[in-house]
């Protein structure tokens, strides 16, 4: 891995780990052993990393959606699910929630470059209940779009609320979300 790629991971780890404002380019310098002029090389803003960073995620759930391209709508569906049981196993937040709590910092290019990564989550969660609809996996939908928008405020609630419960705990909750979708 190289040096601009273990900055990226790094700042990933602490961003989902500790917030955006809880972190600093000296806090990456030191767990990666590098120095932070290193660092303003490759981003020389922190808001620049972070934007890599979403770019990161970003690209994730692009793979995400080729990867499933052959699973049925409820095996596509529980893969993101998957994605947020990974998270409150690991004790982390999700990039959405993390950077929605800091929001009113984060300079207008990163806030823009964070609506653009959850209309990407949105509009694949979307197509994934427009699908199911269709193939009568789920129940109808009158607006596919307004529940994928809630589904995902329940997974970013879910994650923050899963640092508390157990992720067991967690999981029958959200197989419990997605039964209540099926026919």
């Given amino acids: 891995m190289n040096t601009k790629d273990k900055i990226?991971?790094?700042?990933?780890?602490?961003?989902?780990?500790?917030?955006?404002n809880a972190f600093s380019y000296a806090d990456i310098s030191k767990k990666i052993n590098i120095k932070t002029s290193s660092i303003h090389y490759h981003f020389p803003t922190k808001a620049d990393l972070c934007l890599a960073i979403i770019e990161v995620h970003q690209q994730r759930i692009l793979s995400l959606e080729q990867?499933?391209?052959?699973?049925?709508?409820?095996?596509?569906?529980?893969?993101?699910f998957n994605y947020y049981l990974f998270l409150i196993d690991k004790r982390?937040?999700?990039?959405?929630?993390?950077?929605?709590?800091?929001?009113?910092?984060?300079?207008?290019?990163?806030?823009?470059?964070?609506?653009?990564?959850?209309?990407?989550?949105?509009?694949?969660?979307a197509a994934i209940l427009e699908s199911g609809i269709e193939k009568k996996e789920f129940r109808e939908?009158?607006?596919?779009?307004l529940k994928a928008l809630e589904l995902l405020s329940?997974?970013?609630?879910?994650?923050?609320?899963?640092?508390?419960?157990?992720k067991d705990k967690i999981q029958v909750l959200m197989n419990e979300i997605i039964e209540n979708l099926k026919l």
């Fill in 8 to 20: 990226i991971e790094t700042g990933n780890q602490f961003l989902i780990e500790k917030g955006y």
């Fill in 67 to 80: 990867s499933q391209k052959a699973l049925t709508e409820t095996e596509k569906l529980q893969g993101l």
């Fill in 141 to 145: 939908i009158r607006n596919c779009r």
């Fill in 92 to 125: 982390q937040i999700c990039l959405t929630g993390t950077l929605a709590s800091d929001y009113h910092s984060l300079e207008e290019k990163v806030t823009e470059k964070l609506k653009e990564f959850n209309e990407t989550i949105l509009s694949h969660t």
């Fill in 154 to 166: 329940m997974l970013v609630g879910l994650a923050q609320i899963g640092r508390l419960y157990t």
